[in-house]
């Protein structure tokens, strides 16, 4: 039975709604196939109770460690990056490391998909200090204790093709697309994909950053690929805990590396046959390369997803 007048829906504020209207409140959103438009970005829909939910309740500490990402542009590498830079100190045996016998989506939690998805308001006492929790929402719908707190956010991005890429294999392969391969692009090129507009989500947090550099890092997958030891620095400065030079000289920065490369982390048996919150950790490591997209993408495409990026980045400073 509704439990929301259509007519009343339209002037509700979303924090108004009570978790029996959310049923209701999400129904009337504009759709297409899996997603929901929720003011100006796509959710999938099956979502969109976590991201009310989050933006309802979450209360930021100072000291929490945001990882925010759009989906596919490297969160897995980048969660498993920041738990072993943040835990390095407790887990100095590589041998018995947690990432060895757990998926990074595990060990940092998704806020929006996962925690308050699955319940209202969960329980995040006992959540040790910092606590580290990813989401994929965008700067501008974070709740506003996130904004208006110290904590620190690290945003990472990719090459808008390598991303769409990456996407379509995974939606096909978890079976959240019925579109073909052109439509799903066409449909990118507009702006409906998963969180997206793409270039809204990475601009909300690029155009922040500029004016928030202490509090907002954000990183490319490509750099980090490119010079992984370099960022994992600059990570560890920036959360506030740099390597000592006795970390450095024993390898630590080469070590932690090389334990969540793409190679080594996808050869984990927890990560060949294991499950997360009932989807396959083998789908969230395909190729992990730069540049697969010349394997996919037609010339045509190619050079209409250059346009759009170059006229949405014009000016920003961004660069793919
Ligand atoms: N360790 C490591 N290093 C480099 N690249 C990696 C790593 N782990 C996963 N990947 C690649 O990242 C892509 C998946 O993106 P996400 O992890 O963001 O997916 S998700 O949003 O969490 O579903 C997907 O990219 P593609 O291979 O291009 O599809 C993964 O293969």
Redesign the pocket.
């Given at each position: 039975m509704s439990t929301l007048d259509p007519s009343f829906s339209q002037h509700l504020q979303e924090d108004e709604l009570t978790p029996d209207q959310y049923g209701d409140f999400i129904s009337s959103l504009p759709t297409t196939g899996f997603l929901s438009q929720y003011r100006g970005f796509w959710f999938p829909t099956k979502f969109m109770q976590g991201v009310l939910s989050l933006r309802k309740h979450f209360q930021a500490h100072d000291t929490d460690i945001l990882m925010m990402?759009p989906?596919?542009?490297?969160?897995?590498?980048l969660k498993?990056i920041l738990f072993a830079i943040l835990n390095r100190k407790h887990h100095l045996d590589l041998q018995k490391h947690p990432l060895l016998t757990n998926n990074p989506?595990i060990l940092v939690p998704y806020l929006d998909l996962h925690l308050y998805n699955k319940k209202e308001v969960p329980d995040l006492t006992t959540y040790p200090s910092p606590r580290l929790f990813s989401a994929?929402l965008p700067y501008t719908l974070l709740p506003t204790s996130v904004k208006n707190s110290k904590c620190k956010i690290v945003y990472l991005y990719r090459n808008p093709k390598?991303t769409f890429?990456?996407l379509w294999?995974?939606l096909e392969k978890i079976g959240m697309t019925t579109d073909s391969f052109e439509e799903t692009f066409d449909k990118f090129c507009q702006g409906v994909s998963n969180f997206g507009p793409y270039w809204d989500h990475v601009l909300s947090y690029w155009n922040e950053s500029l004016e928030k550099s202490q509090r907002i890092l954000c990183l490319r997958?490509e750099e980090l690929?490119e010079q992984p030891t370099t960022h994992l620095k600059r990570i560890a400065e920036f959360l506030g805990c740099p390597f000592s030079s006795e970390e450095e000289t024993k390898g630590m920065i080469n070590d932690i590396s090389r334990l969540?490369?793409?190679d080594?982390?996808?050869k984990l048996e927890v990560n060949k046959s294991g499950t997360t919150h009932n989807m396959k950790n083998e789908s969230?490591?395909?190729?992990?390369?730069v540049g697969?997209w010349v394997n996919y993408l037609t010339p045509q495409m190619s050079e209409k997803l250059d346009n759009i990026f170059k006229e949405k980045f014009h000016g920003t400073g961004l660069k793919f």
């Open positions: 990402t989906p596919k542009v490297g969160t897995t590498w498993a989506h994929h390598d890429v990456s294999h995974f997958y690929k969540c490369s793409f080594y982390l996808s969230l490591f395909r190729r992990g390369e697969d």
